[in-house]
Nanobody, 119 residues
Framework: QVQLVESGGGSVQAGGSLTLSCAAS????????MAWYRQAPGKQRDLVAR???????NYADSVKGRFTISRDNAKNAVYLQMTSLEPEDRGVYYC?????????????WGQGTQVTVSS
């Protein structure tokens, strides 16, 4: 009943830029945090960036200084501005929303969007 819709993935050369967008819709109660994860073929899904409803932000060390996460709480949307892209940044990027669920929390995921970076 909760859907996360992503857009903005694509293919760029090293040093290029992309901006990913994600918006949550459906039976939304209260979103505690939204985040971006990525997964390369044959590897685990790792956190790229996370932002809470209060504005606290965490970045993976590998993207710090190059990526910027932002959020529009009113629109239940999250964005990831990626610059100075490197081949190591390639993978499927997934949008995540941590939503309040009774006294706990439930995670929702987007379908993923492919990012390819060529040398």
């Amino acid at each position: 009943q909760v859907q996360l819709v992503e857009s903005g993935g694509g293919s760029v050369q090293a040093g290029g830029s992309l901006t990913l967008s994600c918006a949550a819709s459906g039976s939304i109660s209260s979103i505690n945090a939204m985040a971006w994860y990525r997964q390369a073929p044959g590897k685990q899904r790792d956190l790229v960036a996370r932002i809470t409803s209060a504005g606290s932000i965490n970045y993976a060390d590998s993207v710090k200084g190059r990526f910027t996460i932002s959020r529009d709480n009113a629109k239940n949307a999250v964005y990831l501005q990626m610059t100075s892209l490197e081949p190591e940044d390639r993978g499927v990027y997934y949008c995540n929303a941590a939503m309040r669920w009774y006294s706990s929390e439930r995670n929702y995921w987007g379908q993923g969007t492919q990012v390819t970076v060529s040398s």
